[in-house]
C-alpha cells in the first residue's frame, strides 16, 4: 500500500521560500515510479504543480515554473518541493502524490491517485 506523509507547510511573508518533504513508501510500480506534488484550494479543483518519474522527466504547472522545484533523494525515499518567490495565490493545502508511471505529468487530468493529508502553505502580502 502506497504511503505518502508531508511536512514542512507554514505560513510566509511573499517572495519567501519554503521547503516541503514528503517521505514515501510502496510507490515502484515495475520498477517505475511517478511522485510529484499537487494543491488544493477548498472549493476549486485540484491543481498539479509538479511531477518527477523514475526516468528523469520533470513537469511543472506554468504557474510555478522558474520558481519552484522537484526533487527525490532515492536513498532515503524522499521528495521535496522547493518553493522560491512565493505569492500569496500559491496559498493551497499541498499534497505529496504516487501516480502510475504512465500518467506521470501534472497536465494529466487526474494525477494525483495517492495522496497524503496535504500540509498546509499560506503565503501573505
Known amino acids: 500500500q502506497v504511503h505518502l506523509e508531508e511536512s514542512g507547510g507554514g505560513s510566509v511573508q511573499a517572495g519567501g521560500s519554503l521547503r516541503l518533504s514528503c517521505i514515501a513508501s510502496?510507490?515502484?510500480?515495475?520498477?517505475?515510479?511517478?511522485l510529484g506534488w499537487f494543491r488544493q484550494v477548498p472549493g476549486k479543483e485540484r491543481q498539479g504543480v509538479a511531477s518527477i518519474h523514475s526516468d528523469g522527466k520533470i513537469t511543472y504547472a506554468d504557474s510555478v515554473q522558474g520558481r519552484f522545484t522537484v526533487s527525490f533523494d532515492y536513498a532515503a525515499n524522499t521528495l521535496y518541493l522547493q518553493m522560491n518567490s512565493l505569492k500569496p495565490a500559491d496559498t493551497a493545502m499541498y499534497f505529496c502524490?504516487?501516480?502510475?508511471?504512465?500518467?506521470?505529468?501534472?497536465?494529466?487530468?487526474?494525477?494525483?491517485?495517492?495522496y497524503g493529508r496535504g500540509t498546509q502553505v499560506t503565503v501573505t502580502a
Open positions: 502524490t504516487a501516480e502510475s508511471p504512465t500518467y506521470c505529468s501534472v497536465t494529466y487530468a487526474q494525477f494525483g491517485s495517492y
Open positions: 510502496n510507490f515502484m510500480h515495475n520498477g517505475q515510479y511517478c
